[in-house]
């Protein structure tokens, strides 16, 4: 037989309102909960059942308030933490915050959901890139997909962890992991078909050999390794800076800028950022659930 027990913190003597969580009762001031939750003051507003019109749910031990999943008693004590002690310096531990984060959404407390997202966003947490993409999806907080997303995209896939992809789920892994390869095959064509400078400045005396052999040489020197680098490759907007101001030898400056310029116009490189908006895209099906 269970047996329940009061809570040796939480119940309050002088509470208006009995919950049962697992097998713990909580007294706790029926005022508070309805001043900062939509759905405390939505529940608590309820007139009794016409089949039981004396009784009065969370009046008495016997009679408590009973939540179920998404509570637990560990979970209840951090929010309740919040209410108490949210002007704290100190904050709760990791697992806290998230506790603090689900159980505020849940219950419309939008300050409680605000303070765990900005606690969360702290440096000193050192939230990784998958950690933060599952809650941001999970709890629909939409500043950080884009930014958790692009992150685990730039990141190799041999340095994503079991851990990351226990996070994430398969679905949200597949979205990453095609992603990158449709942004590293499309870098690989760039990288191996140098752009063909069909335009030279009047001053070049030799277009065709000179010119263009130089063009291409800078190509993969100058540009292709640093776009294809296995670590740290740069973006498409660093490689057109990386031409708008390098010094070619061989290629006359004209004819460098009116390259760049052909590059700007046709969008060579904004195919990779609409690679990375379409994987977006189809991302932000998934807010609001828990993805496997």
Known sequence: MTVITRHSEFYLEDGSITLQIEDVLYK?????????????????????????????????????????????VKKMDYLLWWFMCRYSSN????????????????????????????ALSTDSLNLSPARQLSLALRFRISDWIELAFKALVVTPAHRLS?????????????????????????????AYNPLKMDKHD????????????????????????HYLHPDHPCTPLEALAKFESAN????????????????????VFDREYGILEEGLKLLKKFEGTVVC
Do not use: Y
């Open 91 to 118: 904050l709760p531990p990791l697992e806290g915050l998230v506790s603090i984060l689900e159980l505020g959404t849940f219950l419309q407390i939008d300050v409680a959901r605000s303070f765990a997202i900005q």
């Open 202 to 225: 009047v001053l070049c005396k030799r277009p065709a050999l000179g010119c263009q052999a130089s063009w291409e040489a800078a190509w993969w020197d100058g540009f292709a390794r």
């Open 248 to 267: 070619i030898a061989g290629v006359t400056t004209a004819c460098r800028l009116q390259a760049v310029e052909f590059i700007r116009d046709h969008g």
């Open 162 to 190: 079991l851990e990351d992809a226990s996070f994430l789920g398969l679905t949200i892994m597949h979205i990453i992991h095609s992603t990158q390869s449709e942004i590293r095959h499309l870098r690989l064509v760039l």
């Open 28 to 72: 706790l001031h029926i005022s508070l909960l309805r001043k900062f939750s939509v759905v405390f003051k939505d529940m608590f507003s309820m007139p009794p059942s016409s089949s039981q019109p004396n009784h009065h749910e969370g009046m008495s031990d016997e009679s408590p308030v009973k939540l179920g999943l998404p509570f637990t």
